[in-house]
């Protein structure tokens, strides 16, 4: 149930088992000079399966969207046993409703997937890191609109670190040195990726020329060694907050214009009501995807952690919602969300939830009270 079945490099598709882990997929793709793009932490271990039934995202969805965007095919095992064989290639198939997309993201309630037809893109064979500092969320915000097109739109990451999610990394990992010689408000960490004869350097070099009275400071990584530094600082911020015990962490998304007052009004508000916590916030900025997070003192007890996660939940899903954002932006609803989802369901989107449930499962028998319950 984990092999990697087929690679077209022609067609730039794969067909995967279900059970294959994300790297091991990934390996494959590349081992044929093509690229399956879902890249994030846990691509050692989590499966094409979790990434189809939680429609992952990660940093490359900015170029080459979510996992939706990316399955081709699914085959499913339905509630009543018998087999759906959707594990077509095709890049075009308009016979009526698409069924594939009813499973995916659908966090195993409709079906157990078993295998998937993946879109590939050809390799990238250069690839070029920036790290930008800015005064401000909006600044970074115009950065982010004209880099996308003063870039060729080949940008295939953008994330924001707001200053306090760095110094939480700088001071987990001692080792780790600020990455540009004054400290900023606002970090983004870029990444352009080409394949063919185009000059990604001088790209990337002009872009950042372009918009010289938007930055304070930056650097481009000129080695794999100051590549990976870069990175390292994203994810040495996410591990750190986890040292100091339980946090309460979102995974919320704005309209991408809604980013600068979201963030400016939702900090400010978290100030004013939970002072004692840690606001730290960092995501895929040109994805409109915040993860806004509440770190507690290290000696607080789990009360206490749960009252500030319940307090800070209620103030940031307010936020969310009086934007026009969602409280879910990748990870899905599982039973952590649930009532939060519920709370805030149109009916009609419920109606509908429920009457493809009972359709495909009428006996409940998949993940029963996950997202909702019927
Ligand atoms: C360090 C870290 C970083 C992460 N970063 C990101 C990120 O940037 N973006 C992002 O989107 N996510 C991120 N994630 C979460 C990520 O979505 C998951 O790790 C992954 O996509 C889920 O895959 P999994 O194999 O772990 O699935 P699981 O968590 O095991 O399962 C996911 C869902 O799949 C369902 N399921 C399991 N088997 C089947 C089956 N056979 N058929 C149908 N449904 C099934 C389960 O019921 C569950 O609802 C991150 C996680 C970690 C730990």
Not at 53 to 69: E, H, I, K, W
Not at 105 to 121: D, H, P, R
Request: some cysteine; aromatic content about 6%; charged content about 20%.
């Amino acid at each position: 149930m984990s092999a990697v079945r087929s690679i077209d490099t022609v067609g730039f598709a794969m067909v995967v088992e279900a059970g294959c882990v994300l790297e091991t997929a990934k390996q494959a793709a590349e081992a044929q000079d093509c690229l399956l793009p879902i890249t994030f932490g846990s691509q050692g271990s989590c499966r094409i399966v979790g990434n189809v039934s939680t429609n992952a995202g990660g940093f490359n969805v900015l170029r080459y969207g979510m996992t939706r965007d990316l399955v081709l095919g699914l085959e499913v095992v339905l509630p009543d046993g018998r087999i759906w064989n959707g594990l077509r290639t095709l890049r075009k198939d308009n016979r009526g409703y698409d069924l594939k997309q009813l499973f995916i993201g659908a966090e195993g309630t409709l079906g157990i997937v078993t295998a998937a037809a993946l879109k590939l893109f050809p390799k990238p064979t250069q690839v070029e890191t920036a790290m930008v500092g800015l005064r401000s969320v909006e600044d970074a915000m115009a950065f982010y609109a004209r880099a996308r097109r003063s870039c060729s739109d080949l940008l295939s990451a953008f994330e924001i670190i707001l200053r306090p999610g760095l110094e939480l990394a700088l001071s987990a990992h001692p080792e780790l040195s600020d990455p540009l010689e004054s400290p900023c408000p606002v970090y983004i960490l870029m990444e352009l990726a080409a394949v063919g004869r185009v000059d990604l350097r001088a790209l990337l070099e002009a872009c950042l020329e372009d918009v010289g009275e938007l930055l304070l400071d930056g650097t481009i990584a000129t080695s794999r060694a100051q590549t990976n530094r870069l990175w390292f600082c994203r994810e040495a911020m996410v591990e750190a907050q986890s040292r100091g015990g339980a946090y309460y962490r979102t995974d919320v998304s704005v309209p991408i214009h809604a980013i600068p007052a979201f963030l400016e009004e939702t900090l400010a508000s978290l100030a004013v009501s939970l002072p004692v916590g840690r606001p730290v916030a960092y995501g895929h900025v040109g994805d409109g995807n915040i993860h806004l997070n509440v770190v507690p003192p290290a000696d607080w007890s789990m009360d206490q952690r749960k009252a500030l996660f319940g307090k800070a939940e209620q103030l940031i899903f307010a936020m969310v919602d009086r934007f026009g954002g969602s409280i879910s932006a990748e990870h899905g609803i599982g039973r952590s969300k649930k009532r939060a989802f519920l709370e805030r369901a149109d009916p009609v989107t419920l109606d509908l939830f429920r009457r493809i449930k009972t359709a495909l499962d009428p006996d409940l028998i998949l993940s029963r009270g996950r997202i909702f319950d019927v």
